[in-house]
C-alpha cells in the first residue's frame, strides 16, 4: 500500500488548532524523566559518515531513538494492530543503538510510578529505558521485553500528547542548549534525538506548542538539520487526526518559518502488513532526509 503524500503544488494545509505564532521563550517541561543523554561523535553528520553496506538501517546507530505511544482511547481499534507494529519496528531500532530505545506512553506510566512521585522523584519513572541495551556483563538485566511492556498497557482517557512531547523534548533541549551556551563542541554535544510517535492524532491539547517552540530553539542554536526529528505515525482514518498531522507535516515550517524537522507516514491498513521500505519510512522518514541539509 504507497503512503499518501500531499500533490507539490498543493498549499500548505490550514491548522486545525489555534497557533501561537509569536516567539517566546523555550520553557522545558520539568515534570518527567531526565534521561543520560549520550553525546555525539560527528561535528557534521553526513550522507559520507555512514558506511550503508551493512543494511539500510545504519543510519539509526547515529541517532538516539525513542517511541512515544498514544494509550488514549482512541487507539483502543487500533491497540492489536500497534502491537504487531512495535513488534517489528522495535527489534531493528534496539539493534542499532548500543545504548537502547526509550518507550514512552500518553497515559501509562511504570509500575512504581506514583510510589516515586509522592517522594519528588517520579522524573526517574516517567517511561521504559535503555529497552535492548547491549552490554558486556552477562548478568545485566537490563532488557526489558517490549511484548511485555505493551501488553500491561490497556487504552483510555484523553490524549494529551504535547504534554508528553513536552516531557520528552523538554529535558533533551535543556540539557542541548546549556552545552551550546557553555560552548560544547557539537562534536561533543548530544547525540541527535529520532523520537517516533504512533497516534490516531485525536489530541485534548494543542499538539504543536512543544513542536513549535523546539524548532525555535534548535534553530537559536543554529543546530544541525538533523538534530531532532519528529516522525509521527498516524493510524486509522480520523478526520480531525489526519488535519493535524497533516499541518506538523507540512505546513507548520512554512508558516511560522521554522525548519522542517516533522514528518508523517499515515496507514489505514494493518501496521504489522508494513513492507519493508514503508518500515524504513517509519523508522528514519524525519531524520534521514534532514543529513544532506546544510549546517
Known amino acids: 500500500m504507497p503512503l499518501p503524500r500531499p500533490h507539490p503544488g498543493s498549499p500548505p494545509p490550514q491548522p486545525p488548532y489555534p497557533l501561537d505564532s509569536s516567539p517566546g521563550p523555550y520553557i522545558p517541561s520539568t515534570d518527567e524523566h531526565q534521561r543520560s543523554w549520550r553525546p555525539s561523535n560527528h561535528a557534521k553528520l553526513e550522507r559520507k559518515h555512514i558506511d550503508s553496506s551493512s543494511g539500510p538501517y545504519t543510519f539509526l546507530s547515529y541517532f538516539d531513538t525513542v517511541f512515544l505511544i498514544d494509550d488514549s482511547a482512541a487507539m483502543a481499534e487500533h491497540w492489536d494492530a500497534v502491537g504487531k507494529l512495535l513488534d517489528q ?7 542499532h543503538d548500543r545504548n537502547g530505545i526509550d518507550i514512552y506512553f500518553v497515559n501509562h506510566r511504570p509500575r512504581g510510578y506514583y510510589l516515586y512521585a509522592t517522594i519528588g522523584q517520579k522524573r526517574q519513572r516517567g517511561g521504559y529505558f535503555n529497552i535492548g541495551k547491549t552490554t558486556d556483563d552477562a548478568s545485566s538485566d537490563n532488557r526489558d521485553n517490549v511484548a511485555g511492556i505493551f501488553r500491561a498497557v490497556k487504552p483510555h482517557g484523553h490524549c494529551r500528547l504535547d504534554h508528553r512531547l513536552g516531557a520528552i ?13 557553555d560552548g560544547v ?14 497516534t490516531a492524532g485525536v489530541t485534548d491539547d494543542n499538539p504543536y506548542d512543544t513542536l513549535i517552540e523546539t524548532a525555535r530553539s534548535l534553530d537559536s542554536c543554529h543546530a544541525p538539520p538533523y ?21 506538523a507535516d507540512n505546513g507548520m515550517a512554512q508558516t511560522l518559518n521554522l525548519r522542517d524537522m516533522v514528518d508523517t507516514v499515515t496507514w489505514t491498513s494493518d501496521p504489522g502488513d508494513l513492507a519493508p521500505d514503508a518500515v524504513l519510512k517509519v523508522v528514519l522518514g524525519a531524520v534521514e532526509r534532514s543529513i544532506d541539509k546544510p549546517v
Open 89 to 95: 519496528i522495535c527489534t531493528i531500532c534496539a539493534e
Open 169 to 181: 523534548l523538554g529535558p533533551y533541549m535543556k540539557e542541548y542548549t546549556r552545552r551550546v551556551k
Open 185 to 198: 563542541p557539537q562534536a561533543e554535544n548530544l547525540r541527535p534525538l529520532n523520537l517516533i510517535v504512533i
Open 227 to 247: 538534530q531532532v526529528g519528529v516522525q509521527f505515525f498516524r493510524v486509522g482514518d480520523n478526520d480531525d487526526g489526519r488535519r493535524a498531522m497533516e499541518f
